[in-house]
């Protein structure tokens, strides 16, 4: 199917589109059309939805812009519509101060809904790092996201891949928050 001509990145810019990938549901339906497009059945089926809540949430999702209909064909008189995703990549804002991340947030629910005998690699490790060694270290990162990315088969099962590189808030303030 014809998703070669995708961009390969859309900014989520507006309040429509993050309340969009604001919702888990959602994220779930985008995660489903990542690699390949799929009709309203085929999303219900693999989200485990009703055809009417996947078919009301890809609605939601088509009209801020963050999927879009492919393919069309003709199925014993009823037009069925294959959706993927608007663009390779999608890349959301920077969350506020204060504000709760939303990838993150989709990130460790994904990770919890994951069989919990399925094989995974998850790991915090604390550090003290230069400027320098810090900007590295997510460039170093993202290349290798991208990397396996250019290698992603879509005849492969899924693998997520999520990471946060960042300085947390200082410890009095972190302290003085908590109360």
Do not use: C, W
Not at 141 to 156: G, I, T, V
């Amino acid at each position: 199917m014809p998703t070669d001509d995708l961009p390969e990145t859309l900014h989520v810019t507006t309040d429509e589109q993050l309340r969009a990938v604001s919702n888990l549901t959602r994220h779930r339906i985008m995660a489903v059309l990542r690699f390949e497009p799929a009709t309203i059945t085929q999303i219900a089926e693999r989200v485990g939805l009703a055809k009417g809540s996947s078919s009301y949430h890809v609605r939601l999702l088509e009209r801020a812009g963050l999927v879009k209909v492919v393919r069309t064909r003709k199925v014993r008189g009823v037009t069925e519509r294959y959706y993927a995703m608007a663009a390779r990549a999608i890349v959301l804002p920077d969350p506020g101060a204060g504000q709760p991340d939303v990838l993150m947030r989709h990130a460790v629910a994904d990770l919890e809904a994951a069989p919990a005998d399925g094989e995974r690699h998850v790991k915090m490790a604390h550090l003290r790092l230069t400027g320098e060694q810090f900007a590295e270290l997510g460039a170093r990162l993202e290349a290798l996201a991208d990397e396996y990315r250019e290698l992603s088969d879509p005849s492969l099962p899924d693998v997520s891949l999520a990471f946060a590189l960042f300085r947390p808030a200082p410890r009095e303030q972190a302290v003085g928050d908590a109360k």
